[in-house]
Every structure is written in structure tokens, then in C-alpha cells.
């Protein structure tokens, strides 16, 4: 069973920045792809972004396109998602993911692997 570690969270100002990352366990990382999901406080979890086993694809929330990119570096098992112009909207526990596909999918029913979540907060 893979593990899957996120860091990178915390408290930022309106227009500021933040990265998370999100480290695997496990030999298979490369084979699968990866995604980031967010919850906010009453509400669902909801798609953020995803990226394809090798990187080559990539899908993004239309509420953080142009704003989040997401990355993966297989050598390190880990996958980036660095954030800018943060808005107080974005508030939320992001969670890392593995998918049980290779192909990026928007899909949170083909994530089987979850991380604990990090918290991230943007003031006004």
C-alpha cells in the first residue's frame, strides 16, 4: 500500500504564494497518476488538479487555472503543486492522491490512495 505524505501548507496573505508536495512511498509511483483534491470546511471534496504517470498531461480546476501548476518529479517519487495569487476562496485541507490509472483523470472515484491532508489558509 502506498504512502503519501503532504507538506508545504500553512497561513498566507491574499495574492501570496505557497507550494505543497506530496512525497510516496512504494517503487510503482512512476506507473500512476497523481492528483491534488481540496475540502473546504462544509463542503465536499472537490478536484484541483491532476497529472498523467509521465507528466505529459494535465488538468486543472477552472477555479485555479492560470494560478496552479502542477508538476512531478518520478526520480524523487513526489509531485509539486505550487500556488500563486492565493485567494481567501482557496481555504481549504489539500489532499494528495494516487490515481489507479496512468492517465490524468478529473475523476475522484479513480483515486484509491490518499494522503492525511495539509492545511492551507489565505487571510483577506
Known amino acids: 500500500q502506498v504512502q503519501l505524505v503532504e507538506s508545504g501548507g500553512g497561513l498566507v496573505q491574499a495574492g501570496g504564494s505557497l507550494r505543497l508536495s506530496c512525497a510516496a512511498s512504494g517503487r510503482t509511483f512512476s506507473s500512476y497518476a497523481m492528483g491534488w483534491f481540496r475540502q473546504a470546511p462544509g463542503k465536499g471534496r472537490e478536484f484541483v488538479a491532476a497529472?498523467?504517470?509521465?507528466?505529459?498531461?494535465?488538468y486543472y480546476a477552472d477555479s485555479v487555472k492560470g494560478r496552479f501548476t502542477i508538476s512531478r518529479d518520478n526520480a524523487k517519487n513526489t509531485v509539486y503543486l505550487p500556488m500563486n495569487s492565493l485567494k481567501p476562496e482557496d481555504t481549504a485541507v489539500y489532499y494528495c492522491?494516487?490515481?489507479?490509472?496512468?492517465?490524468?483523470?478529473?475523476?475522484?472515484?479513480?483515486?484509491?490512495?490518499w494522503g492525511q491532508g495539509t492545511q492551507v489558509t489565505v487571510s483577506s
Open positions: 492522491a494516487r490515481s489507479s490509472r496512468a492517465d490524468a483523470t478529473t475523476n475522484i472515484f479513480d483515486f484509491n490512495s
Open positions: 497529472i498523467s504517470w509521465n507528466g505529459g498531461n494535465k
